[in-house]
C-alpha cells in the first residue's frame, strides 16, 4: 500500500501500475472531477478508448462493474468500487483550446491536456498520445435530442473509485481545470495505489 498521493488543484500526476494493483482516485472535498487516461506499458500505442468502452460496455455510463477497454479490444482497468456512481467519458480534456472556444478565456488557463502531456512525457507520450479521458465524478446529462450539459460533480467528500489494473499501465491523472465541469470551483484529487490483498472481497 502505498501513501496517499494529492494532485493538487488544476495540477496532474503520472506514474506506473502493475496488473493486479488497484487504484483508490478520491475526491477529498467533493465536487471535483479527474481526468484518467491510461496506456500499455510495454507499447504505449495501446491506450484508454472510449468509443470500444462504451461499446463493450453497452453504456455511456460508466461506474461500478464496468471495464475501462483499450483501442485494441483488450480490458485496461475494472472499476471494483464506485461510491458515487456518476462519471463521463465522452467528453475530452480540457485544452487551452477549451477555453478560448467555450469559455471566451484570453490568455493563459491550466488544462488537463496540458497537465496530462507535460507529465507523462517523461514515458514517450507526446500531446497527439492523449486520448478521450475516463472523467470521474464528471457529471454529464443528456437531453433526448442529444444536447450535452456539464452540470456540478454529485460527489461529496471522502467519494472514491477503486479500480483494478488488467495489464501493466502507465496512468495520467488530474485535478480537472475547467469551471463548469467543477461546479466553479477548483479542489485536490487524492490517490493511492493497493496490493491485491486490499481488494473487497465482497
Not at 19 to 27: C, F, H, M, R, S
Not at 87 to 105: G, K, Q, R, V, W
Amino acid at each position: 500500500m502505498s501513501d496517499l498521493i494529492t494532485i493538487a488543484k488544476q495540477t496532474g500526476s503520472a506514474f506506473r501500475l502493475k496488473k493486479g494493483q488497484l487504484l483508490k482516485v478520491i475526491d477529498p472535498q467533493g465536487g471535483q472531477v479527474s481526468d484518467l487516461v491510461l496506456f500499455n506499458e510495454a507499447d504505449v500505442r495501446e491506450k484508454i478508448s472510449a468509443g470500444k468502452t462504451m461499446d463493450f460496455e453497452e453504456s455511456i455510463l460508466i461506474c461500478e462493474n464496468n471495464f475501462l477497454w483499450s483501442n485494441r479490444s483488450r480490458k485496461m482497468m475494472k472499476i471494483i468500487k464506485d461510491t458515487n456512481g456518476r462519471n463521463d467519458i465522452l467528453l475530452a480534456p480540457c485544452s487551452p483550446e477549451t477555453f478560448e472556444i467555450m469559455y471566451d478565456h484570453k490568455g493563459y488557463h491550466p488544462s488537463c491536456f496540458e497537465n496530462l502531456h507535460t507529465n507523462l512525457e517523461n514515458f514517450g507520450i507526446t500531446p497527439d498520445d492523449i486520448p478521450t479521458a475516463f472523467n470521474i465524478f464528471m457529471n454529464v446529462q443528456f437531453e433526448p435530442d442529444g444536447k450535452l450539459s456539464v452540470l456540478p460533480p454529485t460527489s461529496t467528500a471522502g467519494d472514491y473509485v477503486l479500480l483494478e489494473a488488467q495489464m501493466d499501465l502507465i496512468i495520467g491523472m488530474t485535478a480537472c481545470s475547467a469551471e463548469d465541469s467543477n461546479g466553479g470551483t477548483f479542489k485536490p484529487i487524492q490517490y493511492q495505489i493497493l496490493g491485491s490483498d486490499d481488494k473487497p472481497k465482497n
